[in-house]
């Protein structure tokens, strides 16, 4: 079956730093591209990071550009985000997202439960 899991949240204060992590199976990981999105309570979920298949393109929301990285790790079906200098606003449910491409019959979407970050001193 396949899935994607978020570990990592957590609580951390402003200015502090957090690693999330996502681990991925049953489907093929290395031919996916992975987000992260986020959802704070009111508000919609928004794009927050991007990379593509082969890890070499990646793209950011502004709002967290200089200060978050997306990585992965295909030989382990893994994607990272890495959150630096942590301010009051990031505080989110964090969703990590899977697209798969499956040719002439489109793209297979998965995300996961979510994982808590929260901001606050």
């Known amino acids: 079956q396949e899935q994607v899991v978020e570990s990592g949240g957590g609580l951390v204060q402003p200015g502090g730093s957090l690693r999330l992590s996502c681990a991925a199976s049953?489907?093929?990981?290395?031919?996916?591209?992975m987000s992260w999105y986020r959802q704070a309570p009111g508000k919609e979920r928004e794009l927050v990071a991007s990379?593509?298949?082969?890890?070499?393109?990646?793209s950011y929301a502004d709002s967290v550009k200089g200060r978050f990285t997306i990585s992965r790790d295909n030989a382990k079906s893994t994607v990272s985000l890495q959150m630096s200098s942590l301010k009051p606003e990031d505080t989110a449910v964090y969703y990590c997202?899977?697209?798969?491409?499956?040719?002439?019959?489109?793209?297979?979407?998965?995300w996961g439960r979510g994982t808590q970050v929260t901001v606050s001193s």
């Open positions: 997202h899977a697209a798969e491409p499956m040719g002439r019959f489109g793209t297979l979407e998965y």
């Open positions: 990379i593509d298949s082969d890890g070499i393109g990646t």
């Open positions: 049953g489907f093929i990981f290395s031919r996916s591209a």
